[in-house]
């Protein structure tokens, strides 16, 4: 589950190392689910290459919450490790190359590290990391206008706007694909307040 910390905590390599051959490595084409939403997820996920979103269905409408790039990892958290349905569909955007680490190995993984004195930290500093993402997602979510969420992607993660597809952007800042044009066209017209 750790596998993209491996840069931050180098003295864990030998962790590392070690259950690198019990990840499945995928080349998956785009459009690929990796989770079905309902389904206990039975995997981490860690992206080599390519994009991947995390999404529900809201009355036969799909509702992107979340996009994952490379050097990144993911799951259905909850579904993971309370054995609960996922709430998340997690699907591929790009052909993309992924790991999977199988449940079992990542629980005994994570056995072998709560003995390092380092563990703790790693875990507070990954877990207030997500946190403060969420809680932002969350808090703009409610307080800020689709253009001012559009403009935040737009001056903070322009990645985003480069490589997912406009239908995905609009579902993920909660408008229509025809809304998305219009936020899109007042800002090619300069006007950057709305």
Request: charged fraction near 20%.
């Amino acid at each position: 589950m750790l596998f993209h910390f491996r840069n931050k905590f180098p003295k864990l390599n030998t962790y590392w190392d070690k259950y690198m051959p019990f990840q499945k490595r995928q080349e998956i084409p785009a459009k690929t689910i990796l989770l079905d939403e309902g389904k206990i997820s039975q995997n981490y996920i860690f992206i080599e290459k390519g994009c991947v979103r995390a999404f529900f269905n809201n009355n036969g409408s799909e509702k992107t919450v979340q996009f994952f790039f490379e050097d990144e990892g993911l799951t259905s958290f909850d579904s993971f490790v309370n054995n609960v349905p996922s709430q998340f569909t997690i699907e591929t955007i790009e052909p993309s190359v992924i790991y999977l680490l199988p449940k079992p190995y990542v629980i005994q993984l994570m056995n072998e590290l709560s003995q390092e004195p380092d563990f703790a930290q790693m875990i507070l500093q990954m877990s207030a990391q997500r946190q403060t993402h969420y809680i932002n997602e969350f808090v703009s979510f409610i307080r800020d206008t689709p253009e001012q969420r559009y403009q935040n992607l737009l001056t903070e993660r322009s990645h985003i706007i480069q490589r997912v597809p406009q239908h995905y952007i609009a579902s993920y800042l909660g408008v229509s694909t025809v809304h998305l044009s219009r936020i899109k066209s007042k800002l090619a017209k300069g006007k950057l307040h709305f």
